[in-house]
């Protein structure tokens, strides 16, 4: 079990990180998200040694994760952090380097792991180019595979797939996800996507300010947010008043797709603008106090409809 416990932690005077406290078992995936400045990286950076802490302490099955001040090579041995630059040597090749940490003692072993994390990134056919010529969303596969060479107990991932097209970033998280489950790995993400999030992670982690806001299961975290913050990280949000819509004077967060255009018994609303999702249609339409109300919808309006809304 990987242990943070009251960890503070500040870049000179500036405090970024302050009190924070979970646990995770092995094997578990834990997504990090909060708004870009929130501390995320900073504190994967802790978590794997980089950093000495203010105040607080970091422990894996007791033992202690130590800072530069008490470790000579920050890092522990048994985790990965995969930070947001790739690192990778460029005037070697794809394959050398995901073998980069791989004993040359077994050199079968070593090939047939090789091609298994080449496949897994879908990086074959680049095998045996140089690194130097790959793109950046080809030098962050490598550095993917690489990251988990040698089956860290503990992965840390600081925005993963930012570099990789939407085309292929599905196929590689199912990828990746379904393999680090396999091998029991604990996986930490740093990540804005909630398509990182919310479909691979058995907990997500709130940050605002340095701060832990909530620690819960996707599900929880996105049905039952704690605040707007934490809506919004998921997307466009409503903050409504129930009063609008025929019930008590109390607010209500919810998502588009929670808000429903009605035949009858609706509030009316004025359409405003209209997006096209390719499954759906995002409508922005103004109630007559001047609300503004994000609605999901099949059926595509034209500006200055008049719909009827109900929540
Ligand atoms: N090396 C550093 N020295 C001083 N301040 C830093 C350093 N790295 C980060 N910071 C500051 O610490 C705060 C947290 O930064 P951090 O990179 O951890 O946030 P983040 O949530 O990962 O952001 P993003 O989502 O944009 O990557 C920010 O205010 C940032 O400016």
Do not use: W
């Not at 929670?258 to 249609?281: F, L, M, S, W």
């Amino acid at each position: 079990m990987l242990k943070v416990s009251n960890v503070c932690f500040s870049y000179d005077a500036k405090k970024v990180l302050n009190n924070i406290s979970f646990s995770v078992n092995q094997g578990e995936h834990i997504a990090i998200v909060g708004e870009s400045g929130c501390g995320k990286s900073t504190l994967l950076r802790c978590l794997y040694g980089l950093y000495d802490l203010d105040e607080g302490e970091l422990a894996y099955n007791n033992e202690k994760i130590l800072g530069p001040a008490y470790n000579l090579v920050p890092g522990m041995d048994f985790m990965k952090y995969l930070a947001q630059d790739f690192d990778l040597m460029p005037f070697i090749t794809v394959a050398e380097n995901i073998g980069k940490y791989l004993s040359n003692f077994y050199k079968e072993e070593k090939q047939i792991r090789i091609k298994e994390l080449l496949d897994m990134v879908e990086m074959t056919p680049y095998a045996n180019v140089k690194a130097k010529l790959l793109s950046g969303g080809q030098m962050q596969r490598v550095a993917l595979a690489r990251a988990i060479a040698r089956e860290p107990k503990v992965l840390l991932l600081d925005e993963p797939f930012s570099h990789i097209d939407s085309f292929q970033k599905n196929r590689l998280r199912r990828n990746l996800f379904r393999h680090l489950k396999e091998a029991n790995i604990t996986c930490i993400v740093a990540t804005h996507d909630r398509e990182e999030s919310l479909p691979f992670a058995d907990k997500i982690l709130v940050m605002k300010a340095g701060e832990t806001l909530s620690y819960d299961t996707p599900n929880t975290i996105y049905n039952t947010p704690k605040n707007k913050y934490t809506a919004a990280l998921f997307g466009d949000i409503n903050v409504l008043n129930k009063k609008d819509f025929g019930g008590y004077d109390e607010e209500l967060i919810c998502y588009p797709h929670q808000v429903h255009i009605v035949q009858e018994n609706g509030t009316p609303a004025t359409v405003k603008e209209c997006y096209y999702r390719g499954a759906d249609y995002l409508v922005i339409a103004e109630l007559t106090n001047k609300q503004q109300v994000f609605v999901e919808t099949k059926k595509q309006f034209t500006l200055n409809d008049t719909i009827l809304i109900t929540i």
